[in-house]
């Protein structure tokens, strides 16, 4: 086994070869013992001493599932749906991991966790593995932690991995980051698209999926976004003639137009048409469908290119939150930074001095 030699600037990132209690973990993980993934995991999510090196040593095993990330406002049924998912996936023989992210609360860092509750009925299957997480204050709804855990579980070598999380919009642009396909859940409640489209769903899904669509407004919502979609892409006014006359043969030829434009885009292997899917989840409606766009959209990301380059920019964007998780230990807890915070704290109150002037001192006394 390699050691580590990592840069003693980084205490908590000193460590030594795997200890013999790490090395029969990890053998016990590659042989695929539930204890083991869950020891592991919880190794993990709790940052405990030598948790990077386990990490460091499972990377080359990555790659195998696909992530799936289904985020959508609360109330969407993005549970249900999941659940549903993960019940066809199994119908085809396939492994499933579920990562059910919750939002936590700011004042005493615990979450809701009712993902487990409410997946009571596909919990026992010993082809599913479910594991509730908490946020733990981060904007984007996935500490980096939680993508840590999403590492093991491609590591242990599930088929899928769904990653669910509360709530859409700027915050969540990090699910997109960290999943191969995103997947953005709305109801008929869930207001027209253009709500949706300044809420940054546009930017982050790879394909839209109307849930509970037996109910009223569903088709013309499934409409809506469709239309923002065509505005983003450019393609919706580009056959509109310049005067208000409209009869029916300028009709039919705008049509005509915009089904060739689509065509010429479902036969481009570099562009992917994002589909608007509808579902009922409770009842399985449609979930075979979005399953066969599902395996599209990842044969695509195989062919075009994309795959790879999203697993490379998530890549890079682990080094930046190590580090900077790292950094931040170093700062805060071994360099003594909140000591000289609170030293500072009456000279900020009397305002002698400025935050600035204390982080620019905090940063000039640690040497890096």
């Known amino acids: 086994m390699t050691a580590h030699p990592w ?80 019940s066809a996936f199994r119908e085809k023989g396939e492994t499933v991991a579920i990562v059910a992210v919750d939002p936590s609360s700011p004042f005493t860092g615990g979450a809701l966790l009712g993902d487990r509750i409410r997946m009571s009925e596909i919990s026992t299957d010993p082809g599913i593995f479910i594991r509730s997480m908490a946020a733990r204050g981060s904007l984007g709804g996935l500490a980096t932690t939680t993508r840590e855990v999403i590492d093991l579980l ?133 979930v075979p469908e979005l399953i066969e766009v599902l395996d599209r959209h990842r044969s695509w990301l195989d062919e075009s290119g994309e795959g790879a380059a999203r697993a490379e920019a998530r890549l890079a964007e682990r080094v930046r939150e190590v580090v900077e998780r790292e950094l931040k230990k170093l700062v805060w807890k071994e360099r003594g930074g909140e000591e000289l915070l609170d030293e500072a704290l009456p000279a900020l109150r009397e305002g002698t001095e400025s935050p600035y002037d204390i982080a620019a001192r905090i940063v000039r006394e640690i040497e890096l």
């Open 154 to 286: 491609d590591a242990y070598g599930f088929d899928r991995i769904l990653i669910e999380t509360v709530g859409v919009g700027q915050s969540e642009l990090d699910i997109a980051a960290t999943a191969d396909t995103t997947l953005v859940v709305l109801v008929p409640e869930s207001g027209d698209s253009v709500q949706a489209m300044k809420a940054g769903l546009m930017e982050i899904s790879d394909l839209f999926v109307v849930n509970k669509a037996d109910r009223p407004g569903a088709d013309k919502l499934a409409r809506e976004i469709e239309i923002s979609l065509r505005f983003r892409s450019g393609d919706f006014l580009r056959h509109v003639p310049a005067h208000h006359g409209v009869d029916l043969a300028t009709i039919r030829a705008r049509r005509e137009a915009r089904e060739a434009a689509r065509k010429r885009m479902e036969e481009d292997p570099t562009h992917w048409a994002i589909p608007v899917m509808k579902t009922i989840a409770e009842t399985g409606q449609g």
């Open 7 to 86: 840069p003693s600037i980084f205490p908590s990132m000193n460590m030594s070869p795997l200890s013999a209690a790490q090395t029969a973990l990890l053998e016990e993980f590659r042989a695929g013992r539930r204890v083991a993934l869950a020891r592991t995991i919880s190794i993990v999510e709790n940052e405990r001493p030598g948790f990077q090196l386990i990490l460091s040593e499972l990377h080359d095993s990555l790659g195998g599932a696909q992530r799936i990330g289904i985020t959508g406002p609360p109330g969407a049924g993005k549970s249900t749906l999941t659940g549903a998912l993960a």
